[in-house]
Every structure is written in C-alpha cells, then in structure tokens.
C-alpha cells in the first residue's frame, strides 16, 4: 500500500524499546518513573539533561527533540523534553527535569539537539527557568527589559511595562562595524516588510555581500495563546483559538492538533464517519495552504505578482469557497468538535460533492501552468537551485518538519508514521525530494498538492456512499470534562507547515493546568541561519520565503 515506508517494503525496521529498557540504560541518571498517556517518563536530575538525552539519541534512537514544554508547578519548576524517532514517532520518550523553586536553573540541552537553543529561550522568557550553558540565554518572544516571566504563577500582570528609549538606540551608530579596518556591516530587515511575511525582523551581519550571520528577531506578534487556552474549557471554549495561530489557511489542521489532544486526553472516539470529513477538510486546507505558500515565494523571488502571485491565489479561492460551503467561514473555521464536526455535509450534498469534483479536475491543469511559470521558470531555478541549503542531519537536529524536512530528504510524516483521521484507509503517497535547496522546498508543495487532491477525491468517494442512517458526525462527549489531575499528554499532526504539536496537563478541572503549543513554523525558523550563512541578501530572502512561515504561529 502507498502508506508503507519505503525501508519497511525492503524487510528493515526501527528497533523499539520498552520502557524498563530505557531506564535500564539510562541507570542512576533517573530519580523516577511517570507515565504520560502518550510515552513513559523519566525523572532526572538538572545536571544530567545533557548526558541523558545524549543516551537516548545515540544508544535508542531518539533522534528527534519535538518540543520542550515549561511549566512552574506548586512546589517545583518542570522542564519537560519530548523525544521521538524521525523513523518511527510512535516512539516517544518525556525526559522530566525538575527544578527547586527557589532557584529554577536547569543544564541546557543545546548542544544535543540545536532545536533546544529557541525552546530553552522561550522557556526562560514566559516561565523563568534558566538553562546553564546555553549559548544565547536571553528573552525570545518579549524584549529584554519585561519585567516578569507571564506564566509564572506570581506574575502581576497589573505592573507597567516601561521600555526606555536607549531600547530604541539606532543599531547602526559608526556603521556597526567590529573595527576600522573590518568590512563587517549591520544591515535591518524588517519588521515591516513585505518579504519578511509579516513582522519578523532579521538582524543581518554582512561581510561585503555575503551574509555573515543572520539572528530572527520574533516576538512583534506575540498573544500568549497557551494562557488564553488555559483559561478556557476543554469542550467549548478552546477550539476557537487554533485558527488564530495559522491563520492564513490551515484552520482545521490547527484544529486538529488541539483535537486530537484532548480527545485522547479524555478517551474519546471520534465516529469514523466524521473522521472522513476532517480528512477531506484538513486536506482542502493545506492545498490552500500550499497555493499561498508558492505565490508568496515566487513574489519573493523575481516579485511578479499580476501573473505567478495572482494565479495562485485564484486555486487557493476555489479551496477556500469549498471549506466555506463547509464551515461557514473562510478563515476562522471553528468547524471541530471534540468528538467529530459541529454539522454535516451542507445540502445538497450532490451540488458540495460536484463543486469539489469540479475543483479536483481544474486542478491538474492549474498545476501544469504553475509548473510553467514558476519551477520551469529560469530565472526562479537560478535563484533557487543550490541556494538555501539545508543538509538532511542539519534539518533533524534543529527539529524541522513538513515540507522544509521533506525537501532535505527526511522521509517523515505523522499522516503515514503516526497515523490518525482516515488516513491510513487511503491511497497517497509522501512528498520527498533530495536537493536540500530552496527549489526543493518547492516543489514539495507543489507536489503535495496533487496528493492532497487523490486523498479529497477518495474522501469524496466515501462520503457519497455512506448510509444515510450512518452519518455520525459526534460522539457522545460529556458537557464537562475533567481529566484526571496530574494527566499528561503529548500528541501531533501534520500541518501545511510541518508538525503541529499540543501538550496538555490536566490539573482535575475543566481547564488544562498547562497547555502547550509546538509550532512547526517556530522550530523551522530556527534553519535560517544555517540556510543564509555565506550565501547572499537576495538568497535568505530566497530561504526565508522557502521555509513558508507565519508569524501568528511563530509567536503564539
């Protein structure tokens, strides 16, 4: 079947190991056991984060640093690191690292996994931990002189936040270079520019014409959407906020991740019946994603907008009249319920069914001009083939998923590898190419596209013939839930961007303790640095387009 891996199909497979094997190895670095719903855990000391986590990515396998969740507890400060395997993540490892809470300093895991150099950051920004031996242990998301970590638990929020203006000094003062004689010059991109996709602003070191180093500087948009979606219930009042994260076109896939969640969080099945609707809606999603994410990138590139741009966003419309039909909304969906979908299919169904037909046979030959104007395009090819590089280990280490991994030659996604919804039942197959360049990254969009469009059409297929006397779209969920308290789990989807995570700790109310958000767009971000190094101005404008971020997601 198309789901297979390729290695799987040769007789190969990734080794598993059980969890009193995990902690035979790592020893007398665990101090205690838990057991989240997704994966065991394992307690450990501050000062050993570096030395387990090497253990569990060299010695098991564990190559893959999803998230990194924080959190101040009662009595204790809590990093928690979610492990997973690139080749199988089903696999899945918490590493627990308690902390006094008197002095909250953990060992960083840096130079394990480059992914946890922003996690970590961000930790210490919005919860106060500290990690000894970062490299660059500094606030991410809120400038430097904030007062007060905003999901500590003695947070005033009441206090006023007062940025002097030496905050604003010009950063350009003597032309910024190191000395007389350097050729060193500092050089601002953005926030406000429209090749940044929003506010993002990239603090840019150049050496002549080539760009010496590149920091992201993020935070413009920042929400504290964790805070939001811990303050809300589990059943109504959180499922409205993921469409605000990418809220450019991926809403359901957003939805999907919180839903996915919560439902396994509270033991609930979805009927399969709803289960084929997300899968056609979350899929009509990402073409709607993926046509946005093309036109912007060849906006980028060689800025045509009335043609290449504009073409684009004709097929994103037709996706998003469908998902409007369906949802009632064209950006902010709400569409999930936990359990299944607020409502069925709109009626008549026969006209929904043909619209959507309609669509996935324009669609082929809306992908043949794209394949004209843009990855045929030689001016496009010049400044993309061979720029932007990413090595395939390089984009592991860093955490990055989706079409950004996929582009590196990292065969993976939760669609096949951690199945869910309907996907398993059907017949697609997973986007890869090996260029490891900004080209690449496009034309796995571009590719993904055509599958996305053989998964609605099957979706279609099954819906037409389903018994009328069948078709239940919820399950029967209580009023109010309340997990356990001191549940915990981990769980991901495959979002238009990459893998789109959702932490969640029950605390025995009707709201999350702590909830977690794994941006795919955050993690991805993190790479450009190592796209850009070396490479000129117009070839990072060229990566940071290739990486498709958006910068609600990025902040939260």
């Known amino acids: 079947m198309s789901l297979e891996r390729p290695e799987a199909s040769e007789g190969a497979s990734v080794e598993r190991h059980s969890a009193d094997e995990l902690a035979d190895l790592l020893g007398d670095l665990v101090i205690g056991r838990e057991e989240h719903i997704n994966a065991p855990g394992y307690v450990i000391r501050p000062d050993s984060v570096q030395e387990t986590l090497s253990l569990l990515k060299s010695e098991a396998g564990f190559d893959h640093l999803s998230c990194v969740t924080a959190e101040e507890r009662a009595d204790r400060y809590e990093s928690i690191y979610h492990l997973k ?22 060992q960083t895991a840096e130079p394990v996994f480059r992914t946890a150099d922003w996690h970590e950051r961000e930790a210490y920004d919005l919860v106060g931990i500290e990690y000894e031996g970062h490299p660059d242990m500094r606030r991410i998301l809120l400038p430097e002189t904030w007062q007060g970590h905003p999901l500590a638990k003695d947070y005033d929020q009441e206090r006023p936040q007062v940025v002097p203006l030496r905050e604003h000094a010009n950063p350009l003062q003597e032309d910024h270079k190191d000395d007389q004689d350097s050729e060193t010059m500092y050089l601002n991109i953005g926030p406000h520019h429209p090749a940044t996709h929003g506010v993002l602003h990239l603090k840019a070191t150049l050496d002549g014409e080539q760009v010496a180093d590149v920091d992201p500087d993020i935070g413009y948009l920042h929400r504290c959407e964790e805070q939001m979606c811990q303050q809300g219930t589990y059943r109504y009042q959180i499922m409205p906020y993921p469409d605000r994260w990418d809220y450019i076109s991926a809403g359901l896939l957003n939805e999907w991740a919180y839903a996915r969640a919560a439902e396994d969080l509270a033991d609930i099945e979805v009927p399969e019946y709803a289960q084929v609707i997300r899968t056609m809606g979350a899929e009509l999603c990402r073409i709607a994603a993926h046509m946005l994410a093309v036109g912007t990138f060849a906006l980028d590139v060689y800025g045509d907008f009335t043609a290449i741009f504009m073409y684009a966003i004709r097929e994103r419309e037709k996706a998003q009249n469908i998902l409007e039909d369906l949802t009632g909304q064209r950006l902010m969906f709400n569409y999930f319920r936990l359990g299944g979908v607020v409502w069925d299919l709109p009626e008549p ?21 794209f394949h004209d104007l843009i990855s045929g395009n030689e001016i496009l090819q010049s400044r993309t083939i ?27 996604d939760l669609r096949r590898d951690d199945p869910y919804g309907y996907y398993e039942n059907l017949d697609w197959d997973v986007v890869v190419e090996d260029g490891c360049d900004n080209y690449s990254r496009l034309l796995v969009r571009m590719l993904e596209v055509e599958e996305s469009a053989k998964i609605i059409e099957q979706c279609i297929d099954i819906l037409e013939d389903w018994p009328e006397d069948e078709r239940n779209i919820q399950a029967n969920v209580p009023r109010t839930l309340r997990p356990d308290d001191d549940t915990e789990i981990y769980r991901a989807v495959e979002g238009a961007k990459g893998e789109l995570g959702i932490y969640i700790r029950a605390d025995g109310t009707e709201k999350p303790g702590r909830f977690k958000i794994r941006s795919p767009c ?23 387009g290739s990486l498709d971020i958006v910068l609600g997601e990025v902040d939260r």
């Open 386 to 412: 061979g720029t932007g590089v990413l090595p395939p280990e390089v984009a592991k280490n860093y955490g990055a998923t989706g079409p950004v991994l996929r582009g590196s030659g990292v065969d993976y």
């Open 522 to 544: 955050f993690s991805n971000l993190q790479t450009l640095p190592e796209m850009s190094n070396g490479e000129y101005v117009p070839d990072m404008i060229a990566s940071l």
């Open 349 to 369: 169904r026969e006209e929904f069914f043909d619209n959507t037909r309609d669509f996935l046979e324009e669609l082929p030959a809306a992908l043949e001009e």
């Open 85 to 106: 395997k690139f080749d199988d993540p089903t696999q899945e490892v918490s590493v627990v690292v308690p902390t006094a809470k008197d002095e909250p300093v953990s």
